[in-house]
Each structure stands twice: as structure tokens, then as C-alpha cells.
């Protein structure tokens, strides 16, 4: 059977990621690959739904850190069974904006549950479905604060819980992806995301293309 690549992009917000996904995506298309793209919480409609109590929802201020960590799971439950495990079992690339690290992340380091615990809710809910390759890119808080600033200043706003809490909490998250990314650089690659968008794209292509299966063509 084809078998497909997972990629997953992780951060804290604004480092780029779907920027670098849809650059990413571009070039693979146009060298014949099918490609998926997806994000997290969210990719599939009971996903979105879920995504939606998690970030918008009225009624979401009271929610706990242990709901909050089986939600994100519930979501990638469904997401690694509904899309992922048949895209890549039919030889797609896959795309995923954010997966189980940013649990450890912000569930996990942010939000200070017991990092076993989280583990044994992210292994029930992927199972033996695991990422081939993720970059993690990284930005300055400074950096992060302002994209998102100059971004926000162009949309109208929406309420989002998770932006909501202290900075504290940004900073242990930031703390627990570098934390992430060293304990397996084998598969979690550092990325300087602070640099301009094509200059990171270039540094993502160098460790994409020699991961790439041969595409046919007859
Ligand atoms: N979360 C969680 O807690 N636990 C979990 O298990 C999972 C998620 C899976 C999802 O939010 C939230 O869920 C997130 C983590 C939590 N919470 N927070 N806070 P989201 O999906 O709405 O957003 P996000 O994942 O945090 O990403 P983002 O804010 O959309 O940013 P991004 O995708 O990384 O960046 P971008 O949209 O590509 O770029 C942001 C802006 O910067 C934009 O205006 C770009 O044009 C600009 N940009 C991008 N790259 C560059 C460069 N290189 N130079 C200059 N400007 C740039």
C-alpha cells in the first residue's frame, strides 16, 4: 500500500504556521503530490463544533483545564481516524497545523497538568498515529505579540478563551515546546521563524524534499 507523510507544524501563536503550511502545500502540489490540510482543534465537523466550545463558545468561560485536555483529544481522536489515517494509508501528505505536542504544550506545561497523565490521554486518542516529521518554529514573544496585533487590527474581533489567559502562561508554554523539541530532534526540527516568510520556506524545503516518496508519473 502508498504510504503517505505526516507533517505537523507547531508554535506559539503567530509563528507562522499556516503561512508556512499553505507555502508548503504549493510546492507540493506542483511537483504532483496530493496534499491535506488540516488543523487543530477542528478538521473534521464534529472537530469544528468542538473547536468552537474550546475558543468561542458563550459558554466556555468556566471550563476546567482537565475538559480542556480531553476536548483537544476528543477533536484529534476523530481527526486521526476520520482523515488522517486514510489519507496517509492512500498516500497523501498531510499537513496539520498543530497535533499532540501543542497538548503537552499548553495543556501540559500552560495549564500545569501532570505531564504522564497528558501523555496517557494523547496516546489513547492517536494510537500508533504519530507525525513523521515536525518543525517546530520558533518566534520571540515580541515577534509573536505583534503579528498577531497587526493582524487583529485588520479583522473584527472574536472572542477566543485561550488567548485570555495570563502571560505567565504563554511563557510556560514557550518553555515546554523548546522543551519538546529537545528531548526528540530526531523528529522535531527547529525552525527561526522570526526571518521573512520565503527565507523559512526555503529552511522547511531543505528538510521536507529528502523525506519525500517518488511521485509517479507514466
Ligand atoms: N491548542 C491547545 O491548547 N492544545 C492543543 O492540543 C491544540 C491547540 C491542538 C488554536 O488556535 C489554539 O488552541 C491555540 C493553541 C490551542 N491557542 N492559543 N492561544 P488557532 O488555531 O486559532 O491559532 P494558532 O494555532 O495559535 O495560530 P495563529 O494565531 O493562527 O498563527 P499561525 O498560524 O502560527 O501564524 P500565521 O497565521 O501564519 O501568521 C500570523 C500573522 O503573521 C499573519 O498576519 C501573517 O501574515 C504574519 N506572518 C506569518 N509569517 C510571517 C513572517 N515570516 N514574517 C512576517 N509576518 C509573518
Redesign the pocket.
Known amino acids: 500500500m502508498s504510504k503517505g507523510l505526516f507533517i505537523t507544524f507547531e508554535?506559539t501563536?503567530?509563528?507562522?504556521?499556516?503561512?508556512?503550511i499553505k507555502l508548503l502545500a504549493e510546492h507540493l502540489q506542483a511537483i504532483g503530490h496530493r496534499v491535506r490540510t488540516l488543523?487543530?482543534?477542528g478538521g473534521t465537523p464534529i472537530g469544528e463544533e468542538i473547536r468552537h466550545t474550546?475558543?468561542h463558545s458563550h459558554a466556555n468561560t468556566a471550563m476546567t483545564a482537565e475538559a480542556?485536555l480531553l476536548l483537544?483529544n476528543a477533536s484529534?481522536a476523530q481527526l486521526v481516524r476520520e482523515i488522517i489515517r486514510p489519507a496517509l494509508a492512500a498516500g497523501e501528505m498531510v499537513l496539520s497545523?498543530?497535533?499532540?505536542d501543542?497538548?503537552t504544550a499548553?495543556?501540559g506545561y500552560?495549564r500545569e497538568l501532570d505531564l504522564n497523565q497528558v501523555k496517557s490521554v494523547i496516546d489513547f486518542a492517536v494510537g500508533e498515529t504519530r507525525p513523521n516529521l515536525t518543525l517546530f518554529?520558533h518566534v520571540p514573544s515580541e515577534v509573536s505579540a505583534e503579528?498577531?496585533r497587526?493582524?487583529q487590527s485588520t479583522l473584527p474581533f472574536v472572542r477566543?478563551r485561550?488567548?485570555e489567559a495570563d502571560r505567565k502562561f504563554f511563557e510556560r508554554v514557550a518553555h515546554g515546546f523548546g522543551v519538546i523539541a529537545a528531548g526528540e530532534p530526531q523528529r522535531v526540527k527547529f525552525i527561526n521563524?522570526?526571518?521573512?516568510?520565503d527565507v523559512?520556506c526555503a529552511s522547511i524545503w531543505e528538510i521536507v524534499q529528502p523525506l519525500l516518496p517518488k511521485v509517479g508519473r507514466w
Open positions: 508554535g501563536e503567530g509563528c507562522g504556521k499556516s503561512t508556512q488543523r487543530e482543534p474550546l475558543k480542556e483537544m484529534r497545523d498543530r497535533f499532540y501543542s497538548t499548553y495543556q500552560g518554529l503579528r498577531l497587526s493582524r477566543d485561550i488567548e521563524g522570526a526571518r521573512p516568510a523559512v
